[in-house]
């Protein structure tokens, strides 16, 4: 069992709060763990350690068996003082032990004077420091001990820095394949955009859209979202994208469009609960009509010459609910009176903004009319902020949001 030692530093008590020691640069909440086996040298560093003055609680355990229970069960920075030679270890051996149990603790290894090779060793293996036992001094140890413990935080901070570059080059990587570069054949189609990523989320999740113009003039666009957040969600929305616009490019449209997504999400999906939202949307080349076909999805933002409108044409089931045995009815519309369509996923109405009640698609469609002047970026621009100032003091834009606004020649 882990024996508590008096604190170090002025032999007084010191308080345990937050924040970094000035005298030392220490975490004032850091702990020091000495694993050490023999009572003698144990008691000779303790002593070494009160003359220090180093201002941290100090544990004593006898085997690496009671370290380990003593690093799983504390919450605090830590820096282990370890004998290599332990009742039930030996050599290396601790330090790679102590090192899998506690990942973030610093260590510093205690060996005898003829040991400087094995001290070496212990280095190379991942400790930060080593010192010989013999002739033991508080400065050197203090030094050790501070040393330790602001190399393994700049190790730390190393090791974020690199995990925080990867998540930003994967975060391009998904975005180039969530939100592609429209593929339109003229000027006849205008479409603008915005992802913005929930707050909770460091990585894209799986909102996607496309837009595509046939060779006969059809404007074909799809806005999706995957359930669930991180990268295999977002690689499924890829993966929907790509195939939706692959689809349209071989002439695969209408309801036979969704089948085949069916089929690839139950072929590519990580687990049998994942599901896809979308709605894909046409739009014929003269811009006489419009068909839409949802799966799941929410409604879309029409302007006409009334004002905006919300739509909810008949909608499917989502993408893997009812694989073999989903249908999606295809809603076709008059389009002569419509100037432009607005796509989007939940996340721009399901925000918070009175402590009983989210923003909703009414909400929405009311945020939509006060920009109704407005086309394009502006008006994408506009809701986006006005529905995150909104929820600001509710926790902001929680899901991640994806609109997707487009304007043809032709429409009203």
Not at 46 to 64: H, Y
Not at 294 to 313: C, F, K, M, N, Q
Request: charged letters at 25%; proline letters at 5%; hydrophobic letters at 45%.
């Amino acid at each position: 069992m882990a024996d508590r030692l008096p604190r170090t530093g002025e032999r007084g008590a010191v308080p345990r709060q937050g924040g970094t020691d000035p005298r030392w640069g220490l975490d004032a909440t850091a702990v020091l763990l000495l694993v050490e086996d023999d009572a003698g040298d144990a008691l000779l560093v303790r002593e070494v350690l009160v003359d220090s003055g180093l201002p941290m609680e100090v544990t004593w355990c006898k085997s690496l068996a009671e370290a380990r229970a003593f690093l799983d069960a504390t919450p605090y920075s830590v820096c282990v003082l370890l004998d290599l030679h332990l009742p039930d270890t030996h050599g290396l051996g601790a330090v790679r032990m102590v090192r899998d149990a506690a990942p973030d603790a610093a260590v510093v290894v205690l060996t005898g004077v003829a040991e400087n090779e094995a001290g070496l060793a212990a280095v190379a293996e991942g400790a930060q420091d080593f010192l010989a036992k013999d002739g033991l001094d508080a400065e050197a140890l203090s030094r050790a001990v501070r040393y330790a413990l602001q190399r393994k935080q700049v190790e730390r901070s190393g090791a974020e820095l690199q995990a925080s570059r990867l998540l930003a080059r994967e975060n391009a990587r998904l975005e180039r394949g969530l939100l592609p570069t429209p593929l339109l054949r003229g000027a006849g189609c205008q479409v603008a955009s915005r992802y913005s990523p929930g707050r909770d989320h460091a990585l894209l999740g799986g909102d996607f859209f496309d837009v595509v113009e046939s060779e006969d003039g059809t404007v074909h666009a799809v806005i999706g979202d995957v359930s669930g957040h991180g990268a295999a969600e977002a690689a499924l929305g890829v993966c929907l994208r790509v195939a939706w616009r692959a689809a349209v490019l071989s002439g695969c449209v209408g309801t036979r469009q969704l089948e085949l997504l069916e089929e690839i999400i139950g072929a590519e999906r990580a687990a049998d609960y994942i599901f896809a939202t979308l709605t894909v949307l046409r739009i014929a080349k003269d811009r006489s009509r419009m068909s839409v076909i949802r799966a799941g999805h929410p409604g879309l933002l029409v302007s006409t010459s009334r004002g905006i409108e919300l739509l909810e044409p008949a909608p499917g089931p989502a993408l893997g609910l009812l694989p073999g045995r989903a249908h999606w009815p295809e809603t076709e519309l008059p389009a002569h009176d419509i100037s432009a369509v607005t796509l989007f996923t939940d996340g721009l109405f399901e925000g918070v903004v009175a402590p009983d009640r989210r923003l909703g698609e009414e909400g929405l469609l009311a945020v939509a009319r006060n920009h109704q002047t407005l086309r394009g970026r502006p008006f994408v621009d506009a809701v986006v902020e006005d529905v995150a100032a909104l929820t600001a003091s509710h926790g902001g834009l929680a899901d991640d949001v994806a609109v997707l606004h487009l304007t043809t020649d032709g429409m009203a």
